[in-house]
């Protein structure tokens, strides 16, 4: 002898099914204020970077290319802040710094140029030769603009994302 029985509540099995949607969506909202306040973060970073005087940017190329993104990797959403391009090209080595290396002189001018605010052809191009040297001798130094807008926010960035979590449970 079978028995079965069935009791099916409709706004209970309703919430059930709409759950990971609606966790989804937490997930989603969370990671899109979370990655803006780290761009926004990082670009003040990079505006006044660590030991250095204001005015720090000369072109803000690379402040203006950092970029908050999220996107779904297979099954669940991911949260970037990253450096589009032109500057994905330097953006690793501000990050990081370098050893010593040769760099290139004819960036180094236009940099000199407008970082200094010089007019002088002869001043710009010694100028930049001195900061090549510098740089051939010494490398340069990282001014870690990610990983101190992460340090600085991360606690903020949990507590946005529970936010959000909290707010799509029904």
């Known amino acids: 002898m079978e028995l079965k029985i069935e009791v099916k509540i409709n706004r209970f099995t309703e919430l059930l099914e709409r759950f990971p949607l609606a966790l989804q969506r937490g997930i989603q909202r969370g990671l899109t204020r979370s990655t803006a306040l780290l761009r926004r973060a990082v670009e003040t970073n990079i505006r006044t970077p660590l030991g250095a005087k204001p005015p720090v940017v000369a072109f803000g190329v690379l402040a203006n290319s950092v970029t908050a993104e999220v996107s779904q990797e297979r099954t669940r959403a991911v949260g970037r802040v990253f450096v589009k391009a032109p500057a994905d090209r330097y953006g690793v080595f501000v990050e990081f710094g370098t050893r010593p290396h040769r760099p290139p002189l004819n960036p180094l001018i236009s940099w000199a140029r407008i970082k200094f605010h010089m007019t002088d052809p002869k001043k710009i191009r010694a100028t930049a030769w ?40 029904p």
């Open 130 to 169: 001195a900061v090549a040297e510098k740089i051939a001798k010494h490398g340069t130094q990282g001014h870690f603009m990610f990983g101190r807008a992460f340090q600085k926010n991360e606690k903020k960035v949990v507590s946005i994302l529970e936010e959000e979590i909290q707010r799509s449970l």
